[in-house]
Antibody, heavy 119, light 106 residues
Framework: EVQLVESGGGLVQPGGSLRLACAAS????????MSWVRQAPGEGLEWVSI???????YYADSVRGRFTVSRDNSKSTVYLQMYSLRPEDTAVYYC?????????????WGQGTLVTVSS | DTQMTQSPSTLSASVGDRVTITCRAS??????LAWYQQKPGKAPKLLIY???SLESGVPSRFSGSGSGTEFTLTISSLQPDDFGTYYC????????FGQGTKVEIK
């Protein structure tokens, strides 16, 4: 059974940093593209970043230069390192497995971890 | 950036009704479009990809159509479990989601 479990969320002050982790099971992380999507309280979905199997990474304009996505295949874990956090980064962050290289859609989602940026 | 606009924002329908949600892209995205259902407090669930391909395990009352800039999600006979918010997502260039359509059961 495919499972994605996020951790690392919490309360952080503006300008602070946080690292989210996504522990994957039931499939091989190294064989799949993985993505992060966030959802601000009461709002819609916003794509954040994606990491390809070859290691290429891409980011939304709103986080480029502040967030870094990475992967540890030996631990079946995907990370999202977040720097220079802003109040508008407050959201539930979902880890998402991508269906295939041709279809960049999320076929499995974690339960999400809440990040709150506030003083 | 490709913007995605859904309509309506909210709809209320009865069990058994045929329901249609529209998603428009600001530029052509070919058929690179997906639909998701999200229930309160839960992660989104993939329903449709490539505009009309039904994800495994999704009931056949859900269907998608369209290409280019205009797309629709149809629920042929609304069921009580179909309440929630539906999002379209383009994946022609990066990912962009529509603002969502909340479906309520009368």
């Amino acid at each position: 059974e495919v499972q994605l479990v996020e951790s690392g969320g919490g309360l952080v002050q503006p300008g602070g940093s946080l690292r989210l982790a996504c522990a994957a099971s039931g499939f091989t992380v190294s064989n799949n593209y993985m993505s992060w999507v966030r959802q601000a309280p009461g709002e819609g979905l916003e794509w954040v970043s994606i990491i390809y199997t070859g290691g290429s990474t891409y980011y939304a304009d709103s986080v480029r230069g502040r967030f870094t996505v990475s992967r540890d295949n030996s631990k079946s874990t995907v990370y999202l390192q977040m720097y220079s956090l802003r109040p508008e980064d407050t959201a539930v962050y979902y880890c998402v497995r991508v269906l295939s290289p041709e279809h960049l859609v999320g076929d499995y989602w974690g339960q999400g971890t809440l990040v709150t940026v506030s003083s | 950036d490709t913007q995605m606009t859904q309509s309506p924002s909210t709809l209320s329908a009865s069990v058994g009704d045929r329901v249609t949600i529209t998603c428009r892209a600001s530029r052509s995205i070919s058929s690179w479009l997906a639909w998701y259902q999200q229930k309160p407090g839960k992660a989104p669930k993939l329903l449709i990809y490539k505009a009309s391909s039904l994800e495994s395990g999704v009931p056949s009352r859900f269907s998608g159509s369209g290409s280019g800039t205009e797309f629709t999600l149809t629920i042929s006979s609304l069921q009580p479990d179909d309440f929630g918010t539906y999002y379209c997502q383009q994946y022609n260039t990066d990912w962009t989601f529509g603002q969502g359509t909340k479906v309520e059961i009368k």
